[in-house]
């Protein structure tokens, strides 16, 4: 019988630390699910962004029918500050779509009207990039932004017109 009054209060420390074990479980657990959240709210804000993007590059591409820019003579409707969204390839420099904080496309991008709810309005430009007697190469860049500020897509397209 003296052996069981030892045993007595040996149970206590073993239940404490199989808690505690259960604690850390629950508390990985959690964490896991907070990442693998933020991982597919951030996929699916890139996908959303991408969509939008392609749809921005699309109308800029039309946009070249629609505004009749094909012809030699439209060449002047092109100009180095991007008016409109019209663009002269720079004689020297960053592209339009890179630069420093705000980017020639991001200032002087044609607008593209969206639905979807984004951090910014997505634009493109139309930049003139070679011409022959045959035919004239455009560039079409579009950018867009997701809900999230990080959230940038940039696509790019080259359009050749025969004259």
């Not at 693998?36 to 996929?43: G, I, Q």
Request: charged letters at 20%; aromatic letters at 6%; proline letters at 2%.
């Amino acid at each position: 019988m003296k052996c069981q009054h030892n045993i007595k209060g040996f149970s206590l420390p073993i239940v404490m630390i199989m808690m505690l074990v259960l604690a850390i479980m629950v508390l990985a657990a959690t964490q896991l699910f907070n990442t693998e959240s933020r991982l597919s709210s951030n996929d699916a804000d890139r996908k959303m962004t991408m969509q939008v993007a392609e749809a921005a590059l699309r109308q800029g591409e039309q946009a070249i029918v629609d505004q009749n820019l094909i012809g030699l003579d439209k060449k002047a409707q092109f100009t180095s500050g991007c008016n409109n969204g019209l663009c002269l390839p720079p004689q020297s420099g960053e592209a339009v779509w890179e630069g420093g904080s705000k980017s020639l496309l991001e200032k002087k991008g044609k607008e593209y009207v969206t639905d979807t709810e984004v951090h910014q309005k997505p634009r493109y430009v139309i930049e003139w990039i070679s011409d022959d007697s045959e035919r004239i190469v455009y560039r079409v860049t579009a950018r867009a932004w997701g809900e999230n500020a990080n959230t940038v897509v940039t696509l790019q397209s080259y359009v050749a017109a025969d004259i």
